[in-house]
């Protein structure tokens, strides 16, 4: 049981720590959802560069990622994620405290201050899809509700990049 959590721990450190194709696709209910390779604009909120990264053989965890810019007055809250692909998808950050990294959840969610941008990338805050029922491949997209205090939800497909892909390949990192 100790080395299947270890071995848990490593792989979500190692898919977080260390992007292809953008494509429209379709949800459950047949409606069609965004794909991440143009902005996406949800009330004063504009969402670029979402990906997610490719899984090793077994691995029961995985990172999401988006640039996420309120162009709005008034700050915002990425209070949840959502997704089909099995287990519990949360909002977390990974930081060094005493020269240790550390990752948590953000139960309260994760603050979009008002004109300013926010990236949940490697390394940093993230969408963290724990327990999935099967590793996300290369190539694939991740379908993803994020909810926001104000500006409301948004159903995303994420594109698969490489395992250990710090970005989409080709994408736009140009946050103005």
């Given amino acids: 049981m100790l080395n299947k959590l270890f071995a848990a721990a490593f792989a979500a450190f190692a898919l977080i720590a260390s992007p292809a194709m953008a494509q429209s696709a379709m949800s459950n209910d ?3 959802m965004p794909a991440m390779g143009e902005p996406i604009m949800l009330g004063d909120l504009e969402l670029t560069n979402a990906f997610t990264r490719a899984m090793p053989p077994n691995a029961p965890a995985g990172g999401g990622f988006v640039t996420i810019t309120n162009h709005g007055t008034t700050d915002d809250r990425l209070v949840s994620a ?4 099995g287990g519990v998808v949360e909002i977390h950050e990974m930081k060094i405290v005493d020269d240790v990294m550390k990752m948590q959840s953000l139960p309260d969610g994760l603050v979009i201050p008002a004109g300013q941008t ?3 990338k490697p390394g940093g805050y993230h969408i963290m899809f724990i ?3 099967k590793p996300f491949a290369e190539g694939e997209m991740v379908p993803v509700t994020l909810t926001f205090e104000n500006a409301g939800s948004v159903d995303l497909m ?3 990049a ?3 892909a710090m970005a989409m390949p ?3 990192m140009n946050h103005g």
């Avoid at 959502?82 to 692909?85: E, I, L, P, Q, Y």
């Fill in 30 to 32: 047949g409606m069609s």
């Fill in 82 to 85: 959502s997704s089909n692909v």
């Fill in 118 to 120: 926010v990236e949940l």
């Fill in 131 to 133: 327990n999935v029922d």
């Fill in 158 to 160: 994420l594109p698969v």
């Fill in 162 to 164: 490489p395992l250990g």
């Fill in 170 to 172: 080709g994408m736009n």
